[in-house]
């Protein structure tokens, strides 16, 4: 394995700044990795420091937004657009979820929530990547978690929160074609909010713990409005005391 980089991803730190702060400290100074913020170029730079709460504004705007990393090198994500981006954009650069890097540090203090079942949900955007889905298990069971699957897991997930009930970021159709378009049949289309909820609902109402985790940002929107308590892998690891 070459040379790896981690991108932090625009959209994740917009939702969940704080944390994506300690993300990102961690796989600095545990793993010495550069960090870059977007997965395209020049996208939506300026409009994404606007959006950043005050406080952590001048922070982010000291990461470099983009660079330019030779093959064979590996990108580290927390975000399965960025993932995606990547495996079609830049098929020369290796991926390797940020889950799977973890697993690396012998070190890594893992909270205990002894024993508590949690529904795990896993995401259309990444249903392939067996890989991940393994590293995210094992994680969940060093923090002591009782894993309660869904019917529709690994590679028969279907739900991306109500992120695929309506029309996509354009560039994303552009810059990974084969998982948003060829893949997406009958997917990003218009609903109202109601429509939205009453979907989320709808997926919800299979699930029968307190508490569902995710590890993804779209992911975790879906569930809270579908009446769960959306719990980010990230939040779980690194912010025990805020779940």
């Given at each position: 394995?070459?040379?790896?980089?981690?991108?932090?991803?625009c959209?994740?730190?917009?939702?969940?700044?704080?944390?994506s702060r300690k993300?990102q400290?961690?796989v600095?100074d545990?793993?010495?990795?550069?960090?870059i913020?977007c997965?395209v170029?020049k996208?939506?730079?300026?409009?994404?420091?606007?959006?950043?709460?005050?406080?952590?504004r001048?922070e982010?705007?000291?990461?470099k937004?983009?660079?330019?990393?030779?093959?064979g090198?590996?990108?580290?994500?927390?975000c399965?657009?960025?993932?995606?981006?990547?495996?079609?954009?830049?098929?020369?650069?290796?991926r390797q979820?940020?889950?799977?890097?973890?697993?690396?540090?012998?070190?890594?203090?893992?909270?205990?929530?002894?024993?508590e079942?949690?529904?795990?949900?896993?995401?259309?955007r990444?249903k392939?990547?067996?890989?991940?889905?393994?590293?995210?298990?094992?994680?969940?069971?060093?923090?002591?978690?009782n894993?309660?699957e869904?019917?529709?897991?690994?590679?028969?997930?279907?739900?991306?929160?109500?992120?695929?009930?309506?029309?996509?970021?354009?560039?994303?159709?552009?810059?990974?074609?084969?998982?948003?378009?060829?893949?997406?049949?009958?997917l990003?289309?218009?609903?109202?909010?109601?429509e939205?909820?009453?979907?989320?609902?709808?997926?919800?109402?299979?699930?029968?713990?307190?508490?569902?985790?995710?590890?993804c940002?779209y992911?975790?929107?879906?569930?809270?409005?579908?009446?769960?308590?959306?719990?980010?892998?990230?939040?779980?690891?690194?912010?025990?005391?805020?779940?």
């Open positions: 394995m070459g040379e790896r980089f981690f991108v932090a991803s959209v994740f730190t917009e939702g969940e700044p704080e944390l993300v400290a961690y600095g545990r793993f010495s990795l550069p960090i913020r997965c170029a996208y939506k730079v300026q409009e994404f420091e606007e959006r950043m709460p005050e406080w952590y001048d982010w705007k000291s990461v937004h983009y660079d330019d990393f030779p093959a090198s590996t990108m580290v994500s927390i399965h657009n960025c993932s995606a981006i990547f495996e079609e954009r830049h098929p020369e650069i290796q979820s940020i889950w799977e890097l973890i697993l690396e540090d012998d070190s890594f203090p893992y909270p205990n929530y002894h024993g079942s949690m529904t795990l949900q896993d995401c259309w990444s392939e990547n067996r890989a991940e889905q393994d590293a995210v298990r094992e994680l969940m069971r060093r923090m002591n978690i894993i309660v869904l019917a529709e897991n690994h590679e028969r997930t279907q739900f991306c929160g109500y992120s695929i009930y309506q029309p996509q970021p354009p560039r994303n159709a552009k810059l990974a074609p084969k998982r948003f378009v060829d893949g997406a049949k009958g990003f289309k218009e609903n109202t909010e109601e939205k909820k009453h979907l989320m609902e709808e997926h919800c109402s299979q699930i029968f713990t307190d508490k569902v985790v995710a590890y940002h992911c975790i929107r879906g569930l809270n409005l579908g009446g769960k308590q959306g719990i980010h892998l990230a939040r779980l690891l690194f912010e025990p005391e805020n779940v």
